[in-house]
Structures are given as C-alpha cells and as structure tokens.
C-alpha cells in the first residue's frame, strides 16, 4: 500500500518561510512527476508545483521567484521551499505523485496559514 506522508505545514507571518517534504511510504514503481497543489476555502484545487523524474519544473506563476520545488528521488522525496509568504498562500497542500502509466497519488494534506 503506498502512502505519502506530508509534513511541514504551520503558521507563519507574512513574508516568512516554510518548507514542506513529502516522502512515499511503500513500494511504487516509475515515479514520473513528483508535485504539490493547494485549495483555499471556496477555491478550486490548483498546481502549485511540479518536478517531473528528469527534473523540469512549473509552476504556479503567483509564487514563481518564491516558492522552489525539489526532489530525492533515492528518498522517493519531494520538498516545496516557500519564501517570501503571503495571505494569500494560505490553503490545505496536498503533496501528488504520478507513475508513468498515469496513476496518481495523493497525500492527505497540510495546512498552511500565513497572516497578515
């Protein structure tokens, strides 16, 4: 059974820094894209970043130049740094992993709350 086990969510002020890891917890095979999406109140969950296995990055253009995405792929891995934080990155974080055939992954999710 595979589970992805987030952590790193918090309170934090407005310009401050938090960093997420979620690491893959059992056997999964052909990890492609390693990502993170988020959903605020009333919001429709949406990318915020993603790494794909040869290591190309998007994301979200909002949090381009804060926030960066990184992955051990020998840990099975995946860490978003956020910097410079606003009020409005306050959502649940949910940590996605997808394999080559399409499956997909979800971690439970991580509350992040940055106050003005």
């Known amino acids: 059974q595979v589970q992805l086990v987030e952590s790193g969510g918090g309170l934090v002020q407005a310009g401050g820094s938090l960093s997420l890891s979620c690491a893959v917890r059992?056997?999964?095979?052909?990890?492609?894209?390693m990502g993170w999406y988020r959903q605020a109140p009333g919001k429709q969950r949406e990318l915020v970043a993603r790494?794909?296995?040869?290591?190309?990055?998007n994301y979200l253009d909002s949090v381009m130049g804060r926030f960066t995405i990184s992955r051990d792929n020998a840990k099975n891995t995946v860490y978003l740094q956020m910097n410079s934080l606003k009020p409005e990155d306050t959502a649940v974080y949910y940590c996605?992993?997808?394999?080559?055939?399409?499956?997909?992954?979800w971690g439970q999710g991580t509350q992040v709350t940055v106050s003005s």
């Open positions: 996605n992993v997808l394999r080559f055939d399409s499956v997909g992954y």
């Open positions: 059992g056997s999964i095979f052909s990890i492609n894209a």
């Open positions: 790494i794909t296995s040869g290591g190309t990055t």
